[in-house]
C-alpha cells in the first residue's frame, strides 16, 4: 500500500526545475561546501586536485546548477592541461573535468547529466579538442568517455586506470597521446 501510495505521490510531485548557469564568484563558499559535503574532506589528496591547485578553471567552463530560489545544487569544472604529447613531439591541450557533484537531496533528477551536457557542449564551442577525467565508467560512459583514449597517459600521481577515460570533441585529437598530464591553465593571482 505505502509503495502504491509513493507512486501517487510522485505522479503529481512538481517536476524540479534547475537552472545550469556560469558559476560567479559569490557561488565559491556554497560551491566548496556541496563538494566537501558530496566527496568528503580527502578530496583534495586526489592527484587530479595537482592540477587544479593554484590555477583558475578553463575559460567559460565553470557551471553550477541552481534551484528555483538561485541556491547552488550542483557544480562543474573543467580544466587547461597538457595530455601529452602528440607521435610528431607536440603538446596536446585539451580538459580535465572535475569535481562534478550534486546536493544528495537533488541526486537522481538529472541535474548531473545536466551540467555534464552543458560543460561539454559549451567545450566543443569553445573550440577545444578533447576532456579527461578520473571518475567511475559505469556513470561517465554514457556521456561518450571511454579509457582506450587514455592508455599512454598518467595522472601525476595514484590513478586507478580503469577511471582514467577520455571524450574526444575532435575525432583523433588524442591519437597516439602519450605521457604525463600537467596543468596548463591560468595561475590564481
Ligand atoms: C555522481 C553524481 C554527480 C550524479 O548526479 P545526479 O544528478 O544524481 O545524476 P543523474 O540524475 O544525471 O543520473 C542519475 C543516474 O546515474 C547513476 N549513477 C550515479 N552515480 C553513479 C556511479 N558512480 N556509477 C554509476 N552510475 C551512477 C544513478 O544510479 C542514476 O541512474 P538511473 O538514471 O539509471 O536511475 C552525484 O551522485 C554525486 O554528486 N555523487 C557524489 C560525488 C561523486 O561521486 N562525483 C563523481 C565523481 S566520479
Known amino acids: 500500500m505505502a509503495t502504491v501510495l509513493d507512486s501517487v505521490r510522485a505522479l503529481f510531485a512538481p517536476a524540479s526545475t534547475f537552472t545550469i548557469t556560469a ?13 566537501d559535503r558530496a566527496m568528503g574532506a580527502d578530496r583534495r589528496l586526489k592527484s587530479s586536485e595537482k592540477i587544479r591547485q593554484n590555477r583558475v578553471p578553463a575559460e567559460g ?4 546548477a541552481r534551484d528555483e530560489d538561485g541556491h547552488v545544487i550542483g557544480t562543474v569544472r573543467l580544466w587547461n592541461i597538457e595530455a601529452g604529447i602528440s607521435p610528431e613531439g607536440n603538446a596536446i591541450d585539451a580538459l580535465l573535468l572535475g569535481p562534478l557533484a550534486v546536493c544528495s537531496s537533488h541526486e537522481g533528477k538529472g541535474i548531473g547529466a545536466a551540467l555534464m551536457r552543458a560543460a561539454i557542449g559549451q567545450a566543443h564551442d569553445r573550440g577545444h579538442g578533447a576532456v579527461l577525467l578520473v571518475g567511475d565508467a559505469a556513470y ?10 587514455t592508455q599512454h597517459l598518467v595522472m601525476p600521481g595514484p590513478c586507478d586506470r580503469a577511471r582514467f577515460l577520455a571524450l574526444e570533441l575532435k575525432a583523433g585529437w588524442l591519437e597516439g597521446a602519450a605521457g604525463m598530464i600537467v596543468a596548463s591553465g591560468r595561475k590564481l593571482a
Not at 558559476?23 to 556554497?30: I, L, R
Not at 561517465?140 to 583514449?149: A, I, L, Q, S, V
Request: proline share 4%; charged share 25%; net charge negative.
Open 23 to 35: 558559476e560567479t564568484p559569490a557561488d565559491v563558499v556554497a560551491r566548496e561546501t556541496l563538494l
Open 61 to 64: 567552463l565553470a557551471l553550477v
Open 140 to 149: 561517465y560512459e554514457r556521456f561518450g568517455f571511454f579509457g582506450g583514449k
